[in-house]
């Protein structure tokens, strides 16, 4: 099993920045990629931005230039800095860890609100 806990949500004022962490922890031999993903009322859950173990990195169109996605493999834990933050950032964020062979896992979430 692999256990995924998330820090760092909260108010902001548009403007603002924040930043997300997640900590992995259990049965992880390889990870093939980690990720943040957002919910936001009423919407489908979509990809804000991913990292794979060799440090490649994918964002959606809506954050580049604003969000940076990092990851410390030795600790297992993918940070994400939010700067710049708009209203429409407002939703449920999820860490995602994605193992080789091993099935793919998700965080309890952690909620980001943006004021205007």
């Known amino acids: 099993q692999v256990q995924l806990v998330e820090s760092g949500g909260g108010l902001v004022q548009a403007g603002g920045s924040l930043r997300l962490s997640c900590a992995a922890s259990?049965?992880?031999?390889?990870?093939?990629?980690m990720g943040w993903y957002r919910q936001a009322p009423g919407k489908q859950r979509e990809l804000v931005a991913a990292?794979?173990?060799?440090?490649?990195?994918n964002y959606a169109d809506s954050v580049k230039g604003r969000f940076t996605i990092s990851r410390d493999n030795a600790e297992n834990t993918v940070h994400l800095q939010m700067n710049s933050l708009k209203p429409e950032d407002t939703a449920v964020y999820y860490c995602n860890i994605d193992l080789i062979l091993a099935g793919n896992y998700w965080g309890q979430g952690t909620q980001v609100t943006v004021s205007s």
């Open positions: 259990g049965t992880i031999f390889s990870i093939k990629a």
């Open positions: 990292i794979t173990s060799g440090g490649r990195t």
